[in-house]
């Protein structure tokens, strides 16, 4: 069973940045895609990005192109979300989850086997 946790989310202000770490349990870590979503009250669940089994390969939302970077520490079996220039637009409840199949690019949240709890990030104006 892959169990995942995320951390890292706060209040911060418009500008500033936070970094969510999604820890992972589990042995297949390495040969799994990885994505992080978001959900903002009253919103369905979008895709923010994913990263494939090496690393190798990312891809994000238009929304957060060149702003978010999606990277993973096989040997610390954690992925990471590093957001910077964040607006009051980019709150909400993050996800992180795991695609067993390591589909590319993973931007379904319904293409993904194994989710964490969330992480809220609130940006203020």
């Known amino acids: 069973q892959v169990q995942l946790v995320e951390s890292g989310g706060g209040l911060v202000q418009a500008g500033g940045s936070l970094r969510l770490s999604c820890a992972v349990s589990g042995r297949t870590f390495s040969t799994y895609a990885w994505g992080w979503f978001r959900q903002a009250p009253g919103k369905e669940r979008e895709f923010v990005a994913t990263?494939?089994?090496?690393?190798?390969?990312?891809y994000y939302a238009d929304s957060v192109k060149g702003r978010f970077t999606i990277s993973r520490d096989n040997a610390k079996n954690t992925v990471y979300l590093q957001m910077n220039s964040l607006k009051p637009d980019d709150t909400a409840v993050y996800y992180c989850a795991a695609d067993r199949l390591s589909r590319w690019p993973g931007t379904r949240f319904d293409g993904y086997d194994y989710w964490g709890q969330g992480t809220q990030v609130t940006v203020s104006s």
């Open positions: 990263i494939n089994w090496s690393g190798g390969r990312t």
